[in-house]
């Protein structure tokens, strides 16, 4: 009885320590959300206005998030996506964004793959055990 209980805890840190991906849940993606203000996205460039005249609002991004694991702390990594109507985004021949709205993916690979954009397309780190952002940054320009 004792060895299988040991072999048990064994297969079940085995599995704990090899799956560093994670799917968030709505409640977590909330949490995320809502500690994100309009002020808060950064503004990128020597212009304080963004594309649509108005500091943008979290839910007007096509917003993909991705679980991971970083020792041993739950992360959520995020990529917003403004619509290229809105936008300098120039998007990568074969990826796809869809419109506004939450995509949980498996992971950062499922991202759109987009260069240039500023603030159109933002970058997210947060923890979950704090529930706090710990990174927010803008796309770069070429």
């Known amino acids: 009885?004792?060895?299988?209980l040991i072999l048990s805890l064994i297969f079940l840190a085995s599995i704990a320590f090899s799956a560093p991906n994670w799917t968030p849940d709505t409640a977590t993606i909330n949490r995320l959300e809502s500690?994100?203000?309009p002020g808060d996205i950064p503004r990128s460039g020597p212009s304080n206005q963004y594309p649509s005249g108005h500091s943008p609002r979290i839910t007007e991004y096509a917003r993909y998030y991705a679980g991971y694991t970083a020792e041993g702390h739950r992360m959520i990594r995020g990529e917003l996506v403004m619509p290229a109507a809105f936008g300098n985004v120039v998007i990568l021949t074969g990826s796809k964004t869809k419109p506004v709205g939450i995509y949980v993916v498996g992971?950062?690979?499922d991202f759109p793959?987009?260069?240039d954009g500023g603030c159109a397309?933002?970058?997210v780190i947060y923890t979950v055990e704090t529930a706090h952002v710990i990174s927010l940054k803008c796309n770069g320009y070429a």
């Open 113 to 115: 793959d987009i260069l």
């Open 121 to 123: 397309v933002v970058h």
């Open 107 to 109: 992971s950062e690979k």
């Open 35 to 37: 500690s994100i203000k």
């Open 1 to 4: 009885m004792k060895r299988l």
